[in-house]
């Protein structure tokens, strides 16, 4: 039998969710079961040493740690349990492990423990975020809502009469010559300050829209065939001063940790001017 402490939160939404997820038949097991035998899995929830306490197991059995940030799960529970377990495994259910690392770098033997995290789970999910942000923006959302409400006096939306407004008025201007507010993400550039596994994601999404792809990343000699063009932190600040100058818009998924906390500030931004 394998013992599973996950770490969170049980009374928030999320972490309800979790709990009827990892207790359905067969799913604990099966995910410890890709990693060698098929064994029999049990989880333990708490979110403070004294929850864990009082299920009744003896904590020395507990072998696998998962940390759930999103469902309220403290990262700092670790130390808590750690003088009482034997771990050999601890994940984190999300990609960034910033909240983490700094807590076993505190524990004897913590950074010698295998450790992984969700890395990928999301990354889908962030790229169309990335992607509707842009569109917000770009397709003048704010003012199409804005224009819906003007537009009927019985409290219903006419979406389609504002947008048929705005196309009007973008085609008119373009026949002028004069520059429209609703631009198309087609031509446009995006600049991904980090070029891990959600920004290749988002980049896919990005050329297939017609834009043009930048990435600034720490080392060389990885990936980097979907990026138009690729910048290095090692060729100095001008390699991403560069991408902000060059992009119209910039995502940044650098992982989160003191190495990468302000990666990007007002400087950068300024180099685009206003606007």
């Known amino acids: 039998m394998t013992l599973v402490a996950f770490i969170s939160d049980t009374k928030t939404e999320n972490g309800i969710q979790l ?81 983490l690392v700094p807590v076993l770098k505190t524990l004897p033997g913590a950074l010698e ?33 804005a224009l819906g409400r003007r537009s009927t006096d019985q409290g219903t939306v006419d979406v389609r009469g504002a947008m048929r407004r705005v196309a009007i008025e973008c085609a008119t201007k373009r026949s002028m010559g004069r520059t429209v507010d609703a631009e198309e993400l087609y031509g446009k550039t995006c600049g991904f ?12 999404l990005c050329r297939a829209l017609g834009m043009r792809v930048l990435g600034w990343r720490n ?14 932190a090692g060729d100095g600040p001008q390699a991403k001063e560069e991408v902000f100058k060059q992009s119209d818009f910039v995502i940044c998924s650098l992982p989160g940790g003191e190495a990468t906390y302000h990666a990007c500030g007002a400087a950068d931004f300024a180099v685009r001017g206003p606007g």
């Open 19 to 99: 709990h009827e997820l990892a207790t359905a038949p067969n799913v604990a097991g099966n995910l410890i079961s890709q990693t060698g035998p098929k064994r029999n899995v049990v989880g333990l929830f708490g979110n403070s040493l004294e929850e864990f306490q009082s299920s009744g197991r003896k904590l020395e059995e507990i072998e696998v740690l998962v940390l759930s940030v999103f469902s309220g799960g403290r990262a700092e529970v670790i130390s808590e349990l750690w003088p009482h377990v034997k771990v050999k495994w601890i994940h984190c259910l999300s990609a960034g492990v910033d909240t």
């Open 113 to 145: 423990t295998p450790l992984t995290n969700a890395k990928g789970a999301f990354s889908r999910s962030l790229a169309e975020y990335s992607v509707a942000a842009m569109m917000y923006f770009n397709k003048q959302i704010p003012r199409l809502q």
């Open 193 to 204: 300050v980090g070029f891990g596994d959600i920004a290749q994601t988002t980049a896919k």
């Open 219 to 232: 080392r060389r000699g990885l990936p980097g065939e979907l990026a138009d063009a690729m910048f290095y």
